[in-house]
Antibody
Framework: QVQLVESGGGLVKPGGSLRLSCAAS????????MSWIRQAPGKGLEWVSY????????NYADSVKGRFTISRDNAKNSLYLQMNSLRAEDTAVYYC??????????WGQGTLVTVSS | DIQMTQSPSSLSASVGDRVTITCRAS??????LNWYQQKPGKAPKLLIY???SLQSGVPSRFSGSGSGTDFTLTISSLQPEDFATYYC?????????FGQGTKLEIK
């Protein structure tokens, strides 16, 4: 069965960096676009970034453009999100997500990122 | 960027009720509209994609309709496990904006 397992979240100071990872299994990872979506505490969902199956195309929300970088390693069935210059407003649960037919058909359990001094 | 607006923001209903949630896009998105269900502390779950296609394994009491700018999610007969928050999302263009959510509560 499809599994997406995020890791790398934690507490970081404003201006700091963090790298999230997502380990995928149960499907041919290299066939799918992947995405990161976040949810601030008690708030709604916000799309953050996505990457094409071959890494040839990436896109970012304006709120993270220039600070976050999405990447993937198809040989390792892994998705990454490098987050730099973190701000308090980046505090959220970050979900790794698989895209199929323009929808997110599978989500990870999420990893919490807290930006606070 | 395309904005998505859901109504109502919250809704109280009883088991067995028929419930409709509305989602409006700020410009036409054809049928690139998805619906998700989220329960507290859990990841969202895809219910409907492409406005009206039922995701595999989702009960048939859930249905979606609409195209262009106006869309609806209907639950034909509420079950206890349906009390949750529902989000629409447009996948016509990036960023794939979500609606603000509709919290469905037990009356």
């Amino acid at each position: 069965q499809v599994q997406l397992v995020e890791s790398g979240g934690g507490l970081v100071k404003p201006g700091g960096s963090l790298r999230l990872s997502c380990a995928a299994s149960g499907f041919t990872f290299s066939d799918y676009y992947m995405s990161w979506i976040r949810q601030a505490p008690g708030k709604g969902l916000e799309w953050v970034s996505y990457i094409s199956s071959s890494s040839s195309y990436t896109n970012y929300a304006d709120s993270v453009k220039g600070r976050f970088t999405i990447s993937r390693d198809n040989a390792k069935n892994s998705l990454y999100l490098q987050m730099n210059s973190l701000r308090a407003e980046d505090t959220a649960v970050y979900y790794c997500a698989r895209i199929f037919d323009y929808a997110v058909d599978y989500w990870g359990q999420g990893t919490l990122v807290t930006v606070s001094s | 960027d395309i904005q998505m607006t859901q109504s109502p923001s919250s809704l109280s209903a009883s088991v067995g009720d028929r419930v409709t949630i509305t989602c409006r896009a700020s410009q036409s998105i054809s049928s690139y509209l998805n619906w998700y269900q989220q329960k507290p502390g859990k990841a969202p779950k895809l219910l409907i994609y492409a406005a009206s296609s039922l995701q595999s394994g989702v009960p048939s009491r859930f249905s979606g309709s609409g195209s262009g700018t106006d869309f609806t999610l209907t639950i034909s007969s509420l079950q206890p496990e349906d009390f949750a928050t529902y989000y629409c999302q447009q996948s016509y263009s990036t960023p794939g904006a979500f609606g603000q959510g509709t919290k469905l509560e037990i009356k």
